[in-house]
């Protein structure tokens, strides 16, 4: 199973960025995909994550900024990104869990600028 993540880069404060991530492998069905973010110098954190039947779940510090969608037909998770903050520049880490086991994808980087 591979996580191929695209989108990201650099924008300025307030702008909007849209990440996606395909899951790809025969078979894989994730409960579970979402988005984790690694700045420098902090700990990985969860961005936003959704279940099969769409439950969400995000950051606090994402609410209402941040939307994250999937398309399990096609094992692909979304994440629109609206008014970037300073703050959200990290390395944007594609999750899915499947059964017992985590998959990443290889990071997209986001840099805002002020």
């Known amino acids: 199973v591979q996580l191929q993540a695209s989108g990201g880069g650099s924008v300025q404060s307030g702008g909007s960025l849209r990440l996606s991530c395909a899951a790809s492998?025969?078979?894989?069905?994730?409960?579970?995909m979402g988005w984790y973010r690694q700045a420098p110098g902090k700990q990985r954190e969860m961005v936003a994550v959704?279940?099969?039947?769409?439950?969400?779940n995000y950051a606090d510090s994402v609410k209402g900024r941040f939307t994250i969608s999937r398309d399990n037909a096609k094992n692909t998770v979304s994440l629109q990104m609206n008014s970037l903050k300073p703050e959200d520049t990290a390395v944007y880490y594609c999750?899915?869990?499947?059964?017992?086991?985590?998959?990443w994808g290889q990071g997209t980087q986001v840099t805002v600028s002020s």
């Open positions: 999750y899915a869990i499947a059964y017992t086991t985590s998959y």
């Open positions: 492998g025969s078979g894989f069905s994730a409960s579970t």
């Open positions: 959704i279940n099969r039947s769409g439950s969400i």
